[in-house]
Structures are given as structure tokens and as C-alpha cells.
């Protein structure tokens, strides 16, 4: 038996944070389309340096280059036992596209928890985040959740650094972005009956439990 859970949110619900404690809950792998994204733009591959000129706009890469990404991503030995999805879908196509993709592979998105987070939280919260560039997974925030020793990773020791598209200005064009675009996949995955809804304006560990007792349920 599969699993496959959509993490759905704004930029800045806590997505990447609460990837983390999930994956490993349930033993599946963590798949972010933005850390897939920013590994390409890391290795210099031409997906990766089309990726950023979207990026760097606070846009969303075109569907169908995002769709094979992820496609490949999922047909990858470890994703035998499931996966859980982090910053994709966030298209109506897509998402049409991965109910294909796992059809295929005689599997359905089993849950999606959407971490509902006021608009004017993010804003605060994406100019303040400091990520690990060792591994992306391991994500603070200088008011928040700050690193006991300043730019460095607590859990592994690595440089941390700030995204280039957590510019205030980016980041306001982001959240516009995922209202316009990515806002209706709430509506498509409640009509599915996998949809359940997370208050994301807690402490960190309380949103996991949270999360966690909706999805084992
Ligand atoms: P992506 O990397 O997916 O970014 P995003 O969706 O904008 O989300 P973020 O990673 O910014 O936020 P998050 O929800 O993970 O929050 P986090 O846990 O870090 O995408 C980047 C770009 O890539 C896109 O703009 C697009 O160009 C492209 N892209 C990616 N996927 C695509 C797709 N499918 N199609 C097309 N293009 C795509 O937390 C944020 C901060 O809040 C941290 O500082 C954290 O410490 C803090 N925090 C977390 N939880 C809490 C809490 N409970 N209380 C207080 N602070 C908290
Ligand atoms: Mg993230």
C-alpha cells in the first residue's frame, strides 16, 4: 500500500519545516519541487537555469517542465512505499497531471493537509528564514526558530543562507502568484474528500502533531 500527501500552503505555511517530521513519521521520502529546482540551479543544468529566471520573479515554472520533473522524481525506487509532495501541485494542471501520473502507478493522492496561515504572517516569516545549504530540509527563521549559533546549521553544521527570491519584493509577488494559481487546488482536493485543514499559526511542534493525527487517521 501507498501513501502520497500533498502538502498544501502559501509560501511560508511551514511547509518545508513540517516536511521533515512527517517523512519520517511515515517513512516515505520528502519531495519539494522548489528544492529540486534549486539542486538543478546548484549543478548549473539548463532546467536549472530556466527554473531561475521564474524564480527569481516569484513565478511559477511552466507545467510541463515542472510535471516531468516531478514525473521522473516519482519513478524513483524509493518512492515505492509512496512520498510526500512538497510545493507541487500548485496548478490545476498539475494536479490533474499527478492523479495521471499515479494512476499509473495504481496509487491516488491519499491526503492533502492545507497549513492555513494568514497572509500578513508569511511576509514576516519568508524575510526572516535562513535555510541550510548542506540540506535544504533544515529551515529557521531568525525570530521564530533561530539557530543557537548565528549562520550555522544546528542539526548538521552547514552554512545557512538566505533565498534569493525571500526579497520582500519577491515574496509579495509569490503570495499573489499562489492566491491566483494555486488557491484553487483547495477547492479541487476537498472535492476529492482528501483535503484536511491545519491551523499553521501555532508553534512549530504543535502544527506537527496536528498534522500528523489528521493524516493517521
Ligand atoms: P518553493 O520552494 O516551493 O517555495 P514556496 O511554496 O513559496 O514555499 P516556501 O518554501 O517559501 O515556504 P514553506 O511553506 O516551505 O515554509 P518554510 O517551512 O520554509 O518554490 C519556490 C519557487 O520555485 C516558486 O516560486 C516557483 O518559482 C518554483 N516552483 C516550485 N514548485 C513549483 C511548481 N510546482 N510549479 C511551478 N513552479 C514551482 O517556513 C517559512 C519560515 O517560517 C521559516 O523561517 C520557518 O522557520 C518559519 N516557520 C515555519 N513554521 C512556523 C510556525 N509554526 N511558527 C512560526 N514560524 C514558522
Ligand atoms: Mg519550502
Given at each position: ?9 502559501p ?6 519545516t ?11 521520502p ?6 529540486l ?14 527554473a ?5 520573479r516569484?513565478e511559477l515554472?511552466?507545467d ?24 507541487f ?8 497531471a499527478l ?5 499509473e502507478?495504481?496509487?491516488?493522492v ?11 504572517v508569511l511576509?514576516g ?15 529557521y ?10 549562520g ?31 488557491m ?5 482536493y476537498?472535492n476529492?474528500g ?9 508553534g512549530?511542534?504543535k ?7 489528521a493524516?493517521?487517521?
Amino acid at each position: 500500500m501507498q501513501t502520497f500527501i500533498v502538502l498544501l500552503g502559501p509560501p511560508g505555511a511551514g511547509k518545508g519545516t513540517q516536511a521533515l517530521a512527517i517523512a519520517e513519521k511515515l517513512d516515505i521520502p520528502h519531495i519539494s519541487s522548489g528544492d529540486l529546482f534549486r539542486e538543478n540551479l546548484r549543478n548549473q543544468t539548463e532546467l536549472g537555469k530556466l527554473a531561475k529566471s521564474y524564480m527569481d520573479r516569484g513565478e511559477l515554472v511552466p507545467d510541463e517542465v515542472t510535471i516531468s520533473m516531478v514525473r521522473e522524481r516519482l519513478s524513483r525506487v524509493d518512492c515505492a512505499r509512496g512520498a510526500l509532495l512538497d510545493g507541487f501541485p500548485r496548478t490545476p494542471a498539475q494536479a490533474v497531471a499527478l492523479d495521471g501520473i499515479l494512476k499509473e502507478f495504481g496509487s491516488r493522492v491519499n491526503w492533502v493537509p492545507y497549513i492555513n496561515v494568514p497572509d500578513e504572517v508569511l511576509v514576516g516569516r519568508l524575510t526572516g528564514r535562513w535555510t541550510c545549504r548542506t540540506d535544504p530540509t533544515h529551515i529557521y527563521n531568525l525570530k521564530t526558530n533561530p539557530p543557537t549559533k548565528p549562520g550555522v546549521c544546528d542539526l548538521c553544521g552547514g552554512e545557512l543562507y538566505q533565498r534569493d527570491d525571500d526579497k520582500l519584493e519577491t515574496v509579495q509577488n509569490r503570495i499573489k502568484v499562489y492566491m491566483k494559481q494555486t488557491m484553487p487546488l483547495i477547492e479541487y482536493y476537498r472535492n476529492a474528500g482528501v483535503l484536511v485543514e491545519v491551523e499553521g499559526q501555532q508553534g512549530i511542534e504543535k502544527v506537527s502533531s496536528d498534522l500528523l493525527a489528521a493524516i493517521t487517521k
